[in-house]
């Protein structure tokens, strides 16, 4: 069974860019998070999406924003990018996250810089 | 202060035991993880334990929760240069709320020979 897949695995972009990052779920996960992983902040959540709707949301600026397809992959963007957005992005997918002990299987993340 | 709290750093001789400690501050928090992330890559559960336990044992790996203290410690017997790492402790779900779980900021474990 394919894991969670993630692209691009780098990128690299300016102040003011757009980027758009990719997410695809291991076969039969339902829900797919996000997540921001800094040296200084460590794993900060941003939002998790099941059955195409945004279930839960983390204290991100409303530049940060997804969406989820009908096949369960997920896609987030961030608009306007500042040099703080620079960091590792990490996708998770679980079953259905229903049940109290759902575990999470990771991507290899999308590094980001921004320069 | 944060939900999940552990230190930073940890260093170890190959062959010693490793032990990571963590506090949590939810106590209704029904399961409490250990994720592993190596270098470039993202995290990997590693073992979880459930709220009314005190030990969960796993080969080398060996969990204790204590409840009262909301102290959470992940012991790793015989450490080996590949276990070197970045560990996070997570708590959830949050009773009544989301199951989003919450990550401590992850100790850094450096095993030299």
């Known amino acids: 069974k394919a894991g969670v897949t993630q692209t691009p695995r780098y990128l690299i972009k300016t102040r003011g860019q757009q980027v758009t990052l990719s997410c695809s779920p291991i076969?039969?996960?339902?829900?797919v998070s996000w997540y921001q992983q800094t040296p200084g902040q460590g794993l900060q959540f941003l939002f998790e999406y099941f059955s195409e709707t945004q279930r839960n949301k983390g204290n991100f600026p409303g530049r940060f924003s997804g969406r989820q397809f009908s096949n369960s992959r997920s896609e987030m963007n961030v608009s306007t990018l500042e040099l703080g957005d620079s960091a590792l992005y990490l996708c998770a997918s679980s079953l259905a996250r229903t049940s109290d002990n759902e575990k999470l299987f990771f991507g290899s993340g999308t590094q980001l810089s921004v320069l | 202060g944060e939900d999940v709290e552990q230190s930073l750093f940890l260093s170890v001789r190959e062959g010693d035991s490793s032990v990571i400690n963590c506090t949590y501050t939810d106590s209704s928090s029904t399961y409490l993880y250990w994720y592993k992330q190596e270098p470039g890559a993202g995290l990997q559960l590693l073992t979880y334990i459930f709220s009314n336990m005190d030990m969960k044992q796993d080969q080398r790996l060996t969990v204790l929760l204590n409840k009262k203290d909301k102290h959470l410690s992940l012991r790793i017997a015989d450490t080996q240069t590949g276990d070197s790492a970045i560990y996070f402790c997570?708590?959830?779900?949050?009773?009544?709320?989301?199951?989003?779980?919450?990550f401590g900021r992850g100790t850094s474990l450096i095993v030299h020979p």
């Open positions: 076969s039969g996960h339902r829900s």
């Open positions: 997570a708590e959830g779900p949050k009773s009544g709320g989301s199951y989003i779980p919450t």
